[in-house]
């Protein structure tokens, strides 16, 4: 069965400074597909960015990129620039054959100005 | 163009009762999910309907049920409430099956088990 982890549960960092979220994953599939998901206090999960396994260049979304290193099943997220609206938990998922996504517990970004 | 609507968007029962939660995907989205979202256990996947059938189910017992009408909004239905079921209920919509289609999230219902 595939597995998400985030070793970090809170993470801070200072406005317009650089931040990475850690994400592994273990899976014995060669197809699928990575995610990062923002969830702010509003609730509502948002899409930050994805990435697909058969594709070695890394995924950028304006100040979101992730560094997607296949072979050692790692997908850490940094954030540049960072803003205050940035505050929130991330999320990573995993979306393979299973059709369904399977979650990491979530990192906290806190952004302090 | 109206993202996913999830109605309500508080619900308070008593343990032995059930509920009914509703999502409304983004028009044009065939595929609708749901996952429960606990402090304890994280994001859990739950069902995904596709055309009005259930095409994917999590490991969730029986007394979770869900399904989808031709106009492709989602009702879940839990019975005979335990106080674990208490958490916030999240649907998600997608054009269709494929793994390309990202998922697009609703606001979530928190149900409160008293």
């Known amino acids: 069965a595939q597995t998400v982890t985030q070793s970090q549960p809170e993470m801070s960092v200072q406005e317009a400074e650089t931040v990475t979220l850690s994400c592994t994953y273990d899976t014995s599939e060669s197809d699928y597909y990575l995610f990062w998901y923002k969830q702010p206090p509003s609730r509502q999960m948002i899409l930050v960015i994805r990435q697909e396994a058969y594709k070695q260049q890394n995924a950028t979304e304006n100040r979101f990129s992730v560094n997607f290193q296949k072979a050692a099943k790692s997908f850490s997220l940094k954030i540049s620039d960072s803003q205050l609206g940035d505050a929130a938990m991330y999320f990573c998922a995993y979306y393979g054959k299973t059709d369904k996504l399977i979650f990491g517990t979530g990192t906290r970004l806190q952004v302090f100005p | 163009k109206a993202g996913v609507t999830q109605t309500p968007r508080y619900l308070i029962k008593t343990r032995g009762q059930q509920v009914t939660l509703s999502c409304s995907p983004i028009s044009g989205h065939r595929s609708v999910s749901w996952y429960q979202q606990t402090p304890g256990q994280g994001l859990q996947f739950l069902f995904e309907?596709?055309?009005?059938?259930?095409?994917n189910k999590g490991n969730f017992p029986g007394r979770f049920s869900g399904r989808q009408f031709s106009n492709s909004r989602s009702e879940m239905n839990v019975s005979t409430l335990e106080l674990g079921d208490s958490a916030l209920y999240l649907c998600?919509?997608?054009?269709?099956?494929?793994?390309?289609?990202?998922?697009?999230f609703g606001d979530g219902t928190r149900l409160s088990i008293l």
């Open positions: 998600a919509s997608s054009v269709g099956t494929d793994h390309n289609q990202p998922q697009h």
């Open positions: 309907y596709f055309s009005e059938t259930q095409r």
